[in-house]
């Protein structure tokens, strides 16, 4: 089964909202999804994209391909540095420990 990770549009009309997900490559964009890995609102810009990135390499690491705007949004926000992590038990863990 052949992986893509690309985003799921959600929200109200000229309101849109994406998620990140891992699916099938034939399955139709808003359909049955794999992993839920991120959210993207585009209305708040660049610093709006929240993903786990523990999830995105594990997917990649197993032969998921990001689809094209999904790779170039994740690749601006690395080099601008405004990617969020997803808040989770294993954050705050991290964030105590330092």
Do not use: C
């Amino acid at each position: 089964m052949a992986t893509v990770i690309r985003y799921s549009r959600h929200g109200s009309k000229k309101k849109p909202f994406y998620r990140i997900v891992v699916q099938d490559k034939t399955a139709p964009r808003d359909g049955r999804f794999i992993d839920r890995i991120g959210t993207f609102d585009p209305l708040k810009g660049d610093a709006s994209l929240i993903i786990s990135s523990e999830k995105l390499t594990y997917w990649v690491s197993k032969g998921a391909q990001m689809s094209a705007s999904v790779e170039n949004q994740v690749k601006k926000s690395r080099k601008l540095g405004v990617a969020k992590e997803p808040h989770s038990t294993a954050a705050a863990a991290k964030a105590q420990e330092a």
